[in-house]
């Protein structure tokens, strides 16, 4: 088997397992609806404790734990060779859904007799944690597949074997009844904050997204952004930025917008004259920024927020700048681009009129309109995702066309309930990681072997952390992979005096951005897939467009004046503006055209001038406006077609 086709069976089976997640095993007859009827309890449990109810925490993840487990085994198959419309799950399923059963309701009943013994374990105990985390391992395999799967099998090993492993990264080992202690009946494994975060934000906001998204919204926004952008230069490219961005903020996953959107975008771009290594790059790269754009951002930003002890409005508000500069450098690059293709817009009689588009569905706005009001205001974001889940049923009802009829409710609840599956199952095994990492003390070892490298600079430290980040989010869920990288990377940064919502911000850009890092770029292979091009040119491509979330977190850690944070309004508003300008201007410098094609030397002070922008220093500010301006002046004096002299120097 060549590369080629290794490549593209990877690809085949990322596009089929995020397709799994709306079109995962459908069932008939009497079992599905009784499927149903128990998503239907499941999402009145999860509304009833996050908003009234009271329970020990660790007892209400432990119930959110059994309902993920029981429906990863209902709806995931095994192989392949079981998915399709069936009448009952198949004897394995059942023995799996069984055994969940069993060990859930088992920790439920003896919690607190555990807790009254002070942490003492019965070998029953034991026995039954083990099966726990085999299940759990399993149902992380069939979900969230293989990647994070085996990166946690990895850190359980470790915590058995890293005696035998000499130097550093060497500890004397731990017994079974050590691991499984911690990994299940304490609170800092399975059962710690990733799962406490998807118990209540999770299942609200995915649940949210899946009520939205049925009311109409995704077709609304793909209207309103067609109206918005599509006779411009190279439409079809903004529709697919502009679409794209805001489904993703709603959706929380970079590769399910992928596979959503971009079957109708991709090709859009590629019949407007796009090649197909650009229109899937910028598929992928507008689809990942939703997962660090607000209003609803990732489902890694809740727990973001539970790590800094914050309300989720300040990691909100810390997060606009940067996502403004995120897609308007992606923007403007398609704009670039279109130019330099000569590409025209989409003609007026194949657009929607806008006046009409936001008539007949402006008002789905309501619920996100309620959701920032309420997190402004300082409602918390479990009550302010409450009240907006709730008033979309009544928003949509405002006109016939966008009504939700008893059917599509019940669709919403079980597509929320698929959605929260993949979330939570990843936030489930990935405490397998985290309990490794504190019981090994390996984080610790890791931070301190990077500080004593980097020694006092800032800047070697924030290099290697990216590195780390980017390596261990390869594969993995952009949630996951910022638990991961927050773990070890956010504690090296913060001893060398970089606030912590900094170096929170920095470890959950580059775990998001590891959705279009090569050598494994999730997001670059599903659109990969659909746009019919190699993921290795569509992720180089897709690198080379989001550039800007590579630098951004750079400057960010030096002066988080660009995170809304430790200035005042007026230094905002200078950084705001200028690193805006730079954003521009590092897209002309990326795309090798402002007004006509530019000169090398052109291109590389564009290119310069714009990540200099982005500094906050006042003078390296000036020096680049100048040299932006001087830029500006030749581009517009000069002729479009360069004389014989000048085209020995041109690109």
Known sequence: MTTKDLTNHDMQELMDLEKKNLNSRKYIGIFGKGIVIVAIIWTLFQLYMSSFGVMDAVKFRAWHLGFLLLFSFVFYPATKKSVGSRKLPTIFDLLCIGLSILVIFYFLFTYDAFVRSGGENSTLDIFIGGIALLLLFEASRRVVGKGLTIIALFFLAYNFFGAYIPGILGHYGFSL???????????????????????????VFVLFGAFLKNSGFSDFINDLALTVAGRTAGGPAKVAVFASALMATVSGSAVSNVVTTGTVTIPMMKKAGYSKKFAGAVEAVASTGGLIAPPVMGAAAFIMAEYLGVPY???????????????????????????????????????????????EGGHLFIPL???????????????????????????????????????????????????VINVGIACAIVGVVIATITLTSAGLIIGNNILGFAGE???????????????????VPATAAYIIVATISVPILTKLGVAPIAAHMFAFYFAALSSITPPVALASYAAAGIAGESANKVSVESVRLGLIGFIVPFFFIFNPTLLLTGGTVTEYLFAAITAIVGGVVLAAGLKGFMFRKTFLIERVLLIVAGISLMDTTLLVNIIALVAVGCIVATQLLMKEKANPVTTLIEE
């Open 177 to 203: 009844e050590r691991v499984i202690n911690i990994m299940y009946w304490g609170g800092q494994g399975v059962f710690g904050t990733a799962l406490g975060v998807s118990a209540t934000y999770i299942f």
């Open 369 to 419: 309109l309620i959701l920032l009001v309420m997190l402004f205001a300082g409602f918390s974001p479990l009550y302010a995702a409450i009240f907006s889940l709730l008033s979309v049923v009544p928003a949509a009802a405002i006109r016939k066309s966008t009504r939700m009829s008893f059917q599509l409710v019940l669709d919403s609840i079980v597509e929320g309930v698929k959605g």
């Open 313 to 359: 409005s300040v990691v909100l508000l810390a997060a606009i700048i940067p996502a403004i500069l995120y897609y308007l450098t992606l923007f403007m690059i398609v704009h670039f681009e279109a130019k330099k293709m000569g590409l025209s817009g989409i003609s007026k009689e194949n657009l929607p009129e806008a006046k009409k588009v936001l008539k």
């Open 457 to 475: 600079s800032v800047l070697l430290a924030a290099l290697l952390t990216a590195f780390i980040s980017i390596v261990l989010g390869m594969g």
